[in-house]
């Protein structure tokens, strides 16, 4: 069956410390990937995507990501966490040709000043 | 250009009764697609509208159901509203079915007591 699974329920880091939020999925063929962000009370923001090419992907905030087919993996990264980088960070996967996105439990950062 | 957005924003309700959400997409997005999230599922899809036809569904009972208009606009009906129905539903929309980048509205928290 696919399956997103994002091992960190909750990360702490400074303000200025680097950044990395881990995701491996679970698919036969390489799927769509995706970033979002969600605020408290918030709905998704869209992060950043990958869907071929390049395995390092530029996003919005400061944040990329990269893919690793040999290791299922697409783990979001930033050099340098601000304090409203506070919030949960889901990854998800889109099997090529659906919307039916696959969501990761999410991972909720904290950011200490 | 607008976002995604969805009305009600909150809504209570009492168990055995229904309730119907909205959700108006980005203008000239034609796909919307709707998600649950609680804490203890995470975000799980329901379905997916295009062209006012339902082109995919989540493993939801029948007690979840939607719809799409000519103009895009969706509406989600649960009907003999569970208390576990108490979630944050979520509407996103595409620009078409071959661009996979969904963007997601605020949301629609829904109480059942």
């Known amino acids: 069956a696919q399956s997103v699974t994002q091992p960190d329920i909750h990360i702490t880091v400074s303000e200025g410390a680097s950044l990395e939020l881990r995701c491996n999925y679970s698919?036969?063929?390489?799927?769509?990937l995706f970033w979002y962000v969600q605020s408290p009370g918030q709905g998704l923001q869209l992060l950043l995507k990958?869907?071929?090419?390049?395995?390092l992907v530029q996003g919005i905030k400061g944040f990329e990501a990269e893919f690793k087919r040999s290791q299922s993996s697409f783990n979001l990264r930033k050099p340098s966490v601000h304090w409203s980088d506070a919030a949960e960070y889901f990854c998800?996967?889109?099997?090529?040709?659906?919307?039916?996105?696959?969501f990761g439990t999410g991972t909720r950062l904290k950011v200490l000043a | 250009k607008a976002g995604v957005t969805q009305t009600p924003r909150y809504l209570i309700k009492t168990r055995g009764q229904q309730v119907t959400l909205s959700c108006s997409p980005i203008s000239g997005h034609r796909s919307v697609s709707w998600y649950q999230q609680t804490p203890g599922q995470g975000l799980q899809f329901l379905f997916e509208?295009?062209?006012?036809?339902?082109?995919n569904k989540g493993n939801f009972p029948g007690r979840f159901s939607g719809r799409q208009f000519s103009n895009s606009r969706s509406e989600m009906n649960v009907s003999t509203l569970e208390l576990g129905d108490s979630a944050l539903y979520l509407c996103a929309s595409s620009l078409s079915q071959g661009a996979y980048e969904q963007y997601f509205g605020p949301g629609t928290r829904l109480t059942v007591t």
């Open positions: 698919y036969g063929a390489t799927p769509y």
């Open positions: 509208y295009f062209s006012e036809t339902q082109r």
């Open positions: 990958y869907f071929s090419g390049d395995t």
């Open positions: 998800a996967v889109a099997p090529s040709g659906t919307y039916k996105y696959i």
